[in-house]
């Protein structure tokens, strides 16, 4: 989730703010190559302003790590496949290890079939959906992630509402050059569960079409995909799954038409005026594409919370922050 931040925010490089969370793994004992992997992940979470799921999830997890409730060392094995399908187990670790390798035997599989999809069980979070979507940048992808561990909310006045958190779900779409059109989106659309009766009375469609999402992306990204069988489970934090699915549209049309196609929908569509109250007319990725462009340039902005936040991680784990004080 984007912040709002002001013009002359504090701003960090990119490239020692991924060094920077790579030393971070390696104090873990993730080996280097996974370190730098994660890290660049969250630095490009952090360029796209979609601050939630970038740099900030440190916190969470040096704490996993720490306490050994995922596993820093994970040999990710592949449970069954077919030319279509995969299935692999992450062993407790991280969940974008398990998951990079799913989006890459799924681009596999999909140029050669056509259509493909995969789910990786028995892992740990798997961060912004849109990392995946824009690994596949040639492909149409779909893709969910949600936990296993589900039980009936037990509060006594729990609503069907609070039946399912905050899962993520993701839309790719290729297109002809920039911007892409990804549209990562968490599941639930209301903020603050305290006003679900005024948002009932108001915009009664969002909160059932939202509490559906909810259900599609816990049920096909944690149920169906993430479910490890009874005693197999040796890391607390591992309740994680994600499926994947993805198709080629060279197999169906001309890909080439089809993507200057969607460019061309893309830019007229950003030339029409901006909803009321917005800066610009934007679609799922463009603003996020605008930033990235932008902010490996200028810098990542960051709000004072999110530099205590790493100065507190580098601190505890003995590291330089990686910004100059003045």
């Not at 009664?204 to 069988?229: E, M, Q």
Request: a negative charge; one cysteine or more; glycine letters at 10%.
């Amino acid at each position: 989730m984007a912040e709002s931040l002001p013009a002359n925010a504090f701003r960090v490089m990119p490239e020692p703010l991924a060094a920077f969370a790579t030393d971070v793994f390696k104090t873990l004992n993730l080996p280097d190559a996974d370190a730098a992997l994660i890290a660049r992940y969250l630095v490009g979470v952090d360029l796209r302003g979609v601050s939630s799921h970038g740099t900030r999830q440190l916190r969470r997890y040096v704490a996993e790590f720490r306490d050994g409730l995922v596993n820093t060392r994970p040999d990710i094995q592949v449970v069954n496949e077919t030319p279509v399908s995969v299935v692999l187990d992450g062993d407790g670790g991280a969940g974008y290890l398990v998951a990079t390798q799913a989006t890459g035997k799924v681009i596999e599989k999909a140029k050669v079939q056509g259509i493909a999809m995969a789910a990786t069980r028995n892992h740990g979070h798997v961060g912004s959906e849109g990392i995946y979507a824009r690994l596949a940048p040639d492909l149409v992808t779909f893709s969910v992630a949600g936990g296993t561990d589900w039980s009936k909310p037990i509060e006594g006045d729990a609503t069907v509402w609070d039946a399912m958190k905050a899962p993520p779900m993701c839309f790719g779409i290729p297109s002809e050059g920039s911007p892409p059109f990804v549209f990562d989106m968490n599941a639930n659309m209301l903020r603050d569960p305290n006003r679900l009766k005024e948002a009932l009375e108001t915009f009664p469609d969002l909160i059932f079409k939202s509490l559906g999402l909810k259900f599609v992306s816990t049920l096909l990204g944690g149920i169906l995909a993430g479910t490890v069988p009874e005693g197999e489970r040796k890391f607390a934090g591992a309740t994680r799954g994600f499926l994947i699915v993805a198709l080629d549209p060279a197999k169906l049309n001309e890909a080439g038409d089809f993507k200057r196609e969607v460019s061309r929908i893309i830019s007229e569509t950003r030339s029409l005026k901006p909803m009321p109250g917005l800066a610009s007319a934007e679609l799922p990725g463009s603003l996020e594409w605008q930033r990235e462009k932008d902010w490996r340039v200028e810098g990542i902005p960051m709000t004072e919370s999110h530099k205590e936040l790493l100065r507190s991680i580098a601190d505890a784990q003995g590291l330089s922050v990686p910004w100059v004080d003045r």
